[in-house]
């Protein structure tokens, strides 16, 4: 299970909608939509620092 860091929602990566690769790290996501919103401000949706 992986966690689409826009919705919180829990989903198994091989039904994720969309995924995205990110600094290194690959990110997925239920829907498109949820992409989109990442890809406007990723820094907003990833918890590492
Ligand atoms: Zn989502």
Redesign the pocket.
Known sequence: MVI?P??G?EIEEEEAAASRTYKGKTYY???QA?REEFDEAPEDYIDEY
Do not use: I, K, L
């Open positions: 689409d826009v919705c929602m996501f239920c829907s949820c």
